[in-house]
């Protein structure tokens, strides 16, 4: 069967069985997620050219294209990846032209590594942590929780934490001297943003609570990037360490196709 394109190739995966095979073309797929969960289909697991992805009959997997296509897949279906060189007009490769792994085996390794995590610590645990409102559940939004890079978007700093039952007190300090004090972050607020934008050769700043001090490492989004390619804007979280960030933005991507 010959390749054909994403739209075609959705219209065809839901209209025909489980027992039969269509085109998917896009040269290689990560899985970003598979509800219900599907031992055979991991999130982080890649598919390549040749490769055949059987998906259950009830179970929705939702991949990530090599292009920047995401696609939800409902099954039954079986499909077999095929090659497609991108056109001009495709969605910007994030990775192209840059030393070290790919975008999209950086993803891979990202959503493995968070899955092994997860099965280690306990599914319950894990589905009770979920279950409680967050502000980490921003892709956009820092955590004060621990130091780490922290990737913006724009200058503007949002940041998150997880316990939201009471208000808080706390200090941003930018830069040499300048500082944000006596800021109070109100209960039941999972977010908090500073009031202006930082500057643009800032590198990092620190916030103060009463019971830590973290140093958060500035990661700006380049100007050029586009934001509707979600491989792009994944593969720099992923490249500069804002992994908890880049988590956050996998589920969001899922959320909103389902």
Not at 40 to 45: A, N, Q
Not at 99 to 106: I, Y
Request: charged share 20%; with cysteine; aromatic share 4%.
């Amino acid at each position: 069967m010959r390749p054909i394109s994403h739209i075609a190739f959705l219209t065809l995966a839901l209209a025909v069985g489980g027992t039969a095979q269509c085109a998917v073309a896009g040269s290689q797929y990560v899985v970003l997620s598979t509800e219900p969960v599907v031992d055979e289909l991991p999130p982080g697991k890649v598919f390549a050219p040749s490769d055949v992805i059987n998906v259950p009959a009830g179970t929705v997997v939702t991949l990530l294209g090599e292009d920047g296509s995401v696609n939800p897949i409902s099954g039954p279906a079986a499909l077999v990846v095929t090659e497609d060189a991108l056109t001009s007009d495709s969605p910007q490769r994030a990775g192209d032209g840059q030393a070290g792994p790919s975008s999209l085996a950086l993803i891979a390794s990202l959503l493995t590594n968070e899955r092994r995590r997860t099965e280690s610590i306990g599914s319950a645990r894990t589905t009770a942590d979920q279950s409680k409102p967050s502000g980490l559940d921003d892709p956009w939004a820092i955590s004060i929780e621990e130091s780490a890079p922290g990737c913006i978007r724009n200058g503007e700093v949002v940041l998150a934490r997880r316990g939201i039952g009471e208000s808080a007190v706390f200090s941003v300090r930018i830069g040499s001297g300048q500082s944000f004090n006596g800021l109070v972050w109100s209960a039941g607020k999972p977010t908090f943003s500073l009031p202006h934008p930082i500057p643009a050769d800032l590198k990092s700043f620190i916030v103060e609570t009463s019971k830590t001090s973290v140093l958060i490492e500035i990661k700006a989004l380049p100007e050029n990037a586009v934001l509707e390619n979600p491989l792009e804007v994944l593969g720099w979280m992923v490249r500069s360490g804002c992994k908890r960030q880049a988590l956050a933005f996998v589920r969001r991507l899922v959320t909103k196709q389902h």
